[in-house]
């Protein structure tokens, strides 16, 4: 899950992040200014600053935002001076737009604000539509505005060509100041609060926010056109609001609430994609008469609310259709304020202690929660921005101890009460927290005065608050608690060993609150006196970047043991525990008892005889006669225990037919796979065989449970995987093949599978499972392996094993981690025209369900469709999907004359039916060795592939990838140690691309979303993102989807499945010269360090069933013909992906073989690393 | 050996290499020979010595046989303790192979409880587990599951088959993923030196603070006279399945991993031997 933060802002105005995976605020890094709002979402941070002026702080990441800007030339030829910039009086000026009707020189566009800086100078733009124009770039045409092609024809009068340039936007990780909208005719009228969202009222691409602001006077404005790659957004405009508003928030979707000074709220209505600022307001009345809304806030379903007597209330019943709710409930608790967050968590303020509140427990069937938790996690850098120059204030964060222990006892702990008590007041955790990691015994001096000094200039330096807050700000900060004298506070004699013997801090004779935990109990004066390093008081929090979920877990409510800050960013690096002394001392024990009760007494009996043990249960089977269906099965797994301690078992299955039992046997050592609930409505999964193979025709088991499945698919895998004594981690060269239902395979390839003779069938090979779910794997023979998620997170391999359903012995202990993945099913409205009524749901008799999938053939309703399976859970709701291809209305239809046909994005006379897609996300969660590498979503990548001997180990390996937006991207510093690399590097393209493959001599070719391939040239390891792109048109009348590059063999793959071999490529010509066709029907090519090729085909005929998605393999593949001969099937039915970029060891070659392929190789030309 | 599975299978298969002589006083046909075997440290003894029992019986009159005990060093060894756990706190100190006297007479009703049948046993041991799952997780976990399943907890127990047992037990050592660890710490503390026979008391894994647990603070808490002070000299060994975890060990990985097959931690504080 990626890790997001949490924005808050503290009583002094610095604003502070808190990331999910982490356990302590951070200063915001640009520490110039106060804020007293921030309002964040994932990407990037609103906020208003005490000089009243508004902000936006865009989060740094490897991908720029970079936008293009075009102009265009246009020439007229004629006879005296050919092709020149003398125009007729009628045409369009020399330079324009690409309408040509404004004029537009290159040096009069300028940047939009001095937030952007320009990537280069303007260059001509040589490609047009995915084929390379001559030099120059002019395209040709007979008149403006007309239709322009590339080639010069004896009638082309005119001719243009783009310029294009790029521009950058700089203020990343700053607050960049927003121009104002101050009209000098009026009066200042600063803004006094100020809401971020909408981002989900658009699809993913756009990346638009809606950003609305309250000023003083209660005029409600919106900021203009603000997008991912327009962060500052255009301009503000005001939006009538009919009475005063205080305050004012806006959800990710269409929810948009206020409140108004008199106390009501104000609800907006009519938001939608269309028309994000909405069209109309309606007012809600506050629960009670006498206490009006104070604050407000929203989330895609919820509404949260606080009143003047600080009570927090939940708005029932909200939703798009009836944004106003039904009633409001009250909530337990006493806030300032709350904030609804991603997923609809929700955050508040501490009435009483201004602490940081989480609420707890918020699920999409339970909207508001259980109870609210304080958030307990340290500052890491308070010093940097308060003055204190020593270093005191980071041993707490360093050792995690510096929470009080009477921080996270939440106030609804029912456990509360059965704690073992704690012991008296001893050593006041205040002071250890002061004290310095690196000399635990000598610093304590320094301790009191220093921590005096440091509040002392940070209560100087308290900012001026904002209105209202000032006088509560104050409160507790000026007034010293009469248990605060320092002489109490037993400075020395610190024993950081023991933090937990801390006392609560009830001891000090303060009268009994009635907060809302027991940090409401803490002196005062105590307080101040530490409170540098103690928790912070907080004034704003905003949780729209934060996504917390329900299987998260975080850190911030406890103190993790031996965990330094570095932790927090999922390093891949050993934990301490794994290392601890502890450990090693008991794994060492161990193998001493061992060695001293058994070494001298081997020839002892044993006393319990080793036996057969059978595990019996009922499945159900689909039987493999006509007609196929489910049938009762008693099912049997013997285990034998032979005397060298090899395991055997056999799976025994006995049904009945025609009242006759009869049963079939499987050995499990010639089980080559399990492949689990490849069947929507069942817990079912298949067993391969290498027969079965052939046949493509599984056993097919199903149990009734999902636990029950899970116990038989984890007993089944073990046993399979101890008889081939396949344990562990998989090797550094095995093979990575994932299925459509996102399952992962790992296989270690014998060296015989590219032996050049006595070829291993790959039917043979045998897969096992790993935990995890993921679209794409990607490996290299040095251990690293990549992965994609379907919602294109990207996800590094841990070197653990197991997860998912493979607990407890089938699984490492450590590096296995929860891993979640999101995908959207599809399902279609499908509507037909008549004359009466025009588009209705009411079809003709031999129409398509009028609720269906894309075919037209499955019915499918939108209360009737189900996840894909029993794993996913829905996330959202139903929505109109304009993305699909061949665009949409704005209504979302899609027009044709008639089912099926190819639809179009607008009507026209002919068109008799329309459909529109609807997409609904679900969501999976599950355990495997899996962690992520945020924050940068990635839609294909590539590792290098690497002889297992070459000289490069210690060399950092070359990782490529393109992001799910099509930025090129290379990642820096990957290595054995650090298989996640350090950063991306930005390559620039002149558009979005597609897929990228890096073969063993750094060849990097790539496919552009446009079809056509690129070569990038210069790539080394001195040089890792090489110097320039060589646009290389694809096959005729084909748009290539993939491309992949092993030792010298490139392979690419269009949309039609067709797999292409690159001919003609030489060192000196490493482009090549044309495309040779190899095969169709394939789904993904995958070419490895041997130039081996292996492909997902589709339509493979096997004996008994014909399968999609089948792993084939290649054969006859040889220098002398990399094109191979023919395919080798094997496992299939529903493979998606394979990658055998790390199987880079073969048989040696035979005597008969040796000397024969020299010759040719270097006939054949090779490019030499 | 990096893996902590590896430690689940080592304390499984800890084996005790033992000598059983029939009392001097058991009157026999023939003289007996003393009988050999490797025990199972994790099961209890009138569940692994079948064959004792047969060979000692070859040498006696029908008539003279009675209910089976053992006996070490004077001291009756109790059934329903684990066979690791009665050799820690009894026998570590002395040489292998560990000598057991056998009788048949005179049984020590005040002492030991009797043993009719292997049902006894089995009641005994998945009363243990259900104690300990009442501690770990209210109970939730053992009720939830199937009958079959507890009984392939004790046949796996019975027919020392690791695979049979663990792929039951790791759901009794799952915890939810926003604790910590489990709810109490299932232990208990044996000491030869006390009337009492052992410690148990509610002990969570993880402090208020959110600091995990050690055996030290354990030992600290409930009994604090096994821990040797700062300065002094160590007085007793703190031993589980024969090794002397250090007293920094998190006690929830210490519950995981080196519980016997009961669910709990049996520890064992014996006076330092003097070399």
């Known amino acids: ?39 964040a979402a994932t990407q990037c941070c609103w906020g208003i600053a005490c000089d009243n002026q508004v902000y936006v702080y865009v989060c740094s990441s490897d991908v720029p935002i970079r936008r293009r800007e075009e102009a265009y030339e246009n020439q007229r030829w ?179 609430w206020a409140t108004l000074w008199e106390g009501q709220a104000l609800v907006r209505e009519g938001i939608n994609r269309n028309n994000p600022k909405g069209s109309s307001w309606s007012i809600v009345e506050p629960p009670t008469s006498e206490n009006g809304i104070m604050h407000v806030s929203v989330g895609v379903g919820v509404v949260w609310a606080v009143t003047k007597d600080r009570k927090v209330w939940f708005r029932r019943g909200v939703n798009s259709h009836n944004p106003c709710g039904t009633s409001w409930v009250e909530m337990v608790g006493e806030m300032l304020m709350v904030n609804v967050g991603l997923n609809d968590q929700v955050w508040g303020i501490g009435c009483e202690d201004r602490a940081m509140y989480f609420r707890q427990g918020v699920t999409p069937s339970e909207l508001s929660g259980k109870t609210w938790k304080a958030i307990v996690a340290g500052r890491e850098c308070d010093q940097s921005h308060c003055g204190s120059s020593s270093s005191l204030l980071s041993a707490g964060c360093f050792f995690g101890d510096e929470v009080r222990s009477s921080g996270d006892s939440a106030p609804s702990d029912t456990d509360a009460s059965l704690e073992v008590e704690k012991p008296g007041p001893a050593l006041p955790l205040l002071a250890e927290s002061l004290d310095n990691p690196r000399n635990p015994k000598g610093s304590s001096a320094a301790g009191p005065g220093t921590g005096r000094t440091a509040e002392g200039a940070m ?262 995987c101890e008889s081939r004594k396949v344990h562990g981690r998989p090797s550094p060269q095995a093979i990575w093949s994932i299925t459509c ?54 996800w590094v391999y841990t070197g653990g094993y197991g997860g998912g359903c493979f607990q407890g012995l089938a699984s490492s202990t450590s590096n296995i981690y929860t891993q979640s993945d999101v995908k959207c099913v599809y399902i279609y409205e499908n509507q037909r025209w008549n004359p009466v009524t025009g588009y209705t749901s009411r079809g003709l008799p031999t129409d398509r369900y009028m609720w269906s999938d894309a075919t037209g053939l499955q ?75 945020a924050p940068i979503t990635l839609g294909d990548v590539s590792i290098i592939p690497e002889m297992p001997d070459s000289s490069r180990s210690g060399h950092s390996i070359a990782l490529w990838a393109v992001s799910d937006k099509g930025d090129v991207l290379c990642r820096l510093g990957v290595s054995e140690l650090n298989p996640a690399g350090s950063s991306w590097l930005h390559i620039g393209t002149d558009q979005p691309f597609a897929s990228v493959s890096i073969g063993a001599c750094y060849q990097v070719w790539a496919v552009a979303r446009d079809g056509s391939a690129f070569y990038r040239g210069s790539v080394s390891p001195s040089q890792p993102a090489g110097d320039c792109w060589y646009h290389i048109p694809p096959p005729p009348k084909q ?71 089948t792993v084939c393999h290649r054969t006859g593949v040889q220098p002398r013909e990399p094109q191979g001969q023919g395919w080798d099937y094997g496992i299939g039915g529903g493979w998606d992906h394979i990658s055998v970029r790390a199987s880079a060891t073969r048989a040696p070659w035979s005597a008969s073989q040796e000397e024969e392929p020299s010759a040719p190789q270097e006939a054949h030309g090779p490019v030499c690393c | 050996m990096t893996d902590d599975k590896d430690v689940l299978r080592d304390v499984w298969f800890g084996r005790i290499p033992t000598c ?28 692994v010595t079948d064959k004792v029992k047969k060979h000692f019986q070859k040498v006696m009159r029908q008539e003279d046989i009675s209910e089976i005990w053992f006996e070490y060093e004077g001291t009756p060894l109790k059934w329903h303790y684990p066979i690791g756990l009665l050799f820690d706190l009894l026998a570590s100190s002395s040489a292998l192979p560990w000598n057991i006297t056998v009788h048949f007479k005179s049984f020590p009703e005040k002492d030991l409880l009797h043993c009719p049948s292997k049902d006894a046993i089995e009641a005994h041991f998945m009363s243990c587990i259900k104690e300990a799952d009442a501690l770990k997780h209210k109970s939730q976990v053992i009720n939830e599951m199937q009958k079959k399943d507890h009984k392939q907890l004790w046949m796996g127990l019975q027919n020392d088959r690791f695979d049979q047992f663990w792929a039951i037990n790791r759901k009794l050592m799952e915890y939810p993923a926003e604790e910590n660890g489990f709810r109490y710490i299932p232990f208990r503390i044996y000491q030869t030196t006390t009337e009492r026979p052992f410690i148990q008391k509610l002990f969570r894994p993880v402090a208020a603070e959110g600091q995990l647990h050690t055996l030290g603070d354990l030992l600290k808490e409930v009994c604090p006279s096994a821990i040797a002070p700062e300065d002094g000299e160590k007085k007793n060994q703190v031993m589980i399945h024969g090794i002397e975890p250090m007293l920094e060990t998190p006690l929830q990985w210490l519950s995981e991993h080196l519980s016997y097959p009961d669910n709990f931690l049996h520890i064992s504080i014996i006076p330092q031997p003097t070399d």
């Open chain 1, 1 to 39: 899950m990626p890790s997001s933060a949490l924005w808050a802002v503290d009583l002094f105005g610095r604003v502070h992040t808190l990331s999910t995976a982490g356990q302590y605020w951070e200063l915001c890094r640009d520490t110039q200014l106060e804020f007293r709002r921030v309002s």
């Open chain 1, 78 to 256: 004629n006879p005296v001076s050919g092709f020149c910039d003398t125009l007729l009086l009628s045409d369009r000026c020399p330079w324009s737009d690409v309408s040509g009707l404004q004029h537009r020189p290159l040096d009069g566009v300028a940047l939009p604000s001095p937030h952007w800086e320009w990537e280069s100078d303007w260059y001509v733009d040589e490609n047009f539509g995915g084929e390379p124009t001559e030099k120059g770039g002019w395209t040709y045409a007979i008149d403006f505005p007309a239709t322009y092609t590339r080639d010069k024809k004896w009638n082309s009068c005119v001719r243009r060509r783009k310029w294009i340039r790029y521009r950058r936007y700089k203020s990343r990780d700053s607050w960049a100041k927003i121009p104002s909208k101050e009209d000098p005719k009026q009066l200042p009228d600063p803004f006094n609060d100020l809401s971020v969202g909408g981002w989900e009222v658009t699809e993913e691409p756009v990346g638009h926010l809606s950003v609305w602001a309250v000023s003083l006077q209660g005029k409600v404005w919106y900021r203009e056109d603000v997008s991912h790659p327009n962060p500052e957004g255009s301009s503000w405009s005001l939006v009538d609001a009919p009475e005063e508003v205080a305050q004012i928030s806006c959800g990710p979707y269409d929810l948009l």
């Open chain 1, 459 to 720: 209560g100087n330096a308290c900012p001026a608050q904002g209105r209202g807050e000032a006088a509560q700000a104050s409160g507790p900060d000026k007034c010293p608690g009469p248990a605060s004298t320092p002489a109490e506070l037993p400075w020395t004699n610190i024993d950081l060993k023991e933090p937990r013997k801390a006392p609560s801090h009830s001891a000090a004779g303060i009268p009994e609150t009635t907060g809302l935990s027991s940090l409401g109990l803490l002196p005062l004066g105590l307080e101040e006196h530490c409170g540098v390093d103690d928790q912070p008081l907080w004034a704003w929090v905003s949780g729209g970047g934060c996504a917390v979920e329900a299987c998260s877990v975080l850190k911030w409510f406890t103190v993790q043991p031996g965990l330094s800050p570095s932790v927090q960013t999922l390093s891949l690096s050993i934990t301490p525990a794994q290392t601890a002394a502890w450990r090693k001392q008991i794994f060492q024990q161990l193998t001493e008892r061992t060695k001293r009760e058994l070494e001298n007494f081997r020839h002892y009996e044993q006393a319990v005889e080793q036996s057969v043990w059978v595990k019996t249960g009922a499945l159900q089977w689909w039987c493999d006669w006509k007609p196929h269906k489910w049938v009762d099965v008693r099912v049997a797994l013997e285990q034998f225990t032979g005397h060298d301690g090899a395991r055997d078992s056999i799976l025994f299955i006995y049904y009945v037919v025609h009242e006759e039992k009869k049963y079939i046997h499987v050995f499990l050592n010639e089980v080559t796979v399990l492949v689990p609930g490849l069947n929507e409505a069942k817990h079912s999964f298949a067993l391969y065989t290498p027969e079965r193979t052939r046949q493509r025709w599984p056993v097919h088991l199903a149990a009734t449970t999902e636990q029950d499945l899970n116990d038989w698919l984890a007993l089944l895998s073990l046993s399979c």
């Open chain 1, 741 to 794: 239902k996102g399952d992962i395979f790992v296989s270690e390839p014998s060296p015989d599978l590219e032996a050049h003779e006595h070829l291993l069938p790959c039917d043979q090979m045998f897969w096992r499972q790993m935990g995890g779910h993921l679209r794409l794997v990607e490996a290299n023979s040095r251990g690293v392996v990549w992965g994609i998620g379907y919602d294109n997170t990207a």
């Open chain 1, 859 to 933: 019915e499918c309703t939108k209360a009737g469709t189900k996840p894909p399976s029993l794993q996913w859970t829905w996330v959202s709701d139903w929505s109109v999907d304009f993305s699909v291809p061949g665009g949409t209305d704005q209504e979302g239809w899609q027009y044709a004359s008639d089912f099926p046909a190819s639809y179009h994005g607008y009507k026209t006379m002919k068109d008799f039916v329309r459909r529109r897609c609807w997409a609904r996300k679900c969501k999976l969660v599950t355990t495997g060795p899996w962690l992520e590498v």
């Open chain 1, 1039 to 1109: 748009r290539l989807k993939q491309v992949s590059v092993g030792q010298t063999s490139v392979y690419a793959l269009d949309e039609n499945g067709n797999l292409w071999y690159r001919q003609g490529i030489t060192p000196s010509y490493p482009q090549g010269s044309s495309w040779e066709h190899v095969s169709n029907n394939v789904r993904r090519v995958s070419v490895g360090p041997l130039d081996q090729v292996w492909v997902i085909a589709d339509k493979v005929q096997g004996s008994h069933s014909l399968s999609r998605g």
């Open chain 2, 20 to 47: 059983f002589t029939l009392y001097q006083d058991e009157i026999t046909e023939r003289e007996a020979e003393p009988y050999y075997l490797l025990l199972p440290r994790v099961s209890y003894l009138t569940l």
